[in-house]
Nanobody, 115 residues
Framework: QLQLVESGGGLVQPGGSLRLSCAAS????????IGWFRQAPGKEREGVSC????????YYADSVKGRFTISRDNAKNMVYLQMNSLKPEDTAVYYC????????WGQGTQVTVSS
């Protein structure tokens, strides 16, 4: 079964950090570019960051550039999103998915930035 499972979310104060994990199963992660997305209440899902399958080239939305870092460990079939200097506007459910032939969206992981 093709599946991506997100974890690592939580409640953090503004300025804090979290590391999200995306575990892939049912396919070889090496072959796919992977993206992190988020959806805040009442808003559409938006792309946050992505990483290519081959050379590890990365992309970041302007809103997170300089604060978030995406990485992957193909040997472990994992993708990570290190989030630093978190802001209240980063509050959302975070998801990961393949950019090509996306799989069914998972449950996501809730990130809440609040004092």
């Amino acid at each position: 079964q093709l599946q991506l499972v997100e974890s690592g979310g939580g409640l953090v104060q503004p300025g804090g950090s979290l590391r999200l994990s995306c575990a892939a199963s049912g396919f070889i992660l090496d072959y796919y570019a992977i993206g992190w997305f988020r959806q805040a209440p009442g808003k559409e899902r938006e792309g946050v960051s992505c990483i290519s399958s081959s050379d590890g080239h990365t992309y970041y939305a302007d809103s997170v550039k300089g604060r978030f870092t995406i990485s992957r460990d193909n040997a472990k079939n994992m993708v990570y999103l290190q989030m630093n200097s978190l802001k209240p506007e980063d509050t959302a459910v975070y998801y990961c998915n393949r950019l090509w032939k996306p799989v069914t969206w998972g449950q996501g992981t809730q990130v809440t930035v609040s004092s």
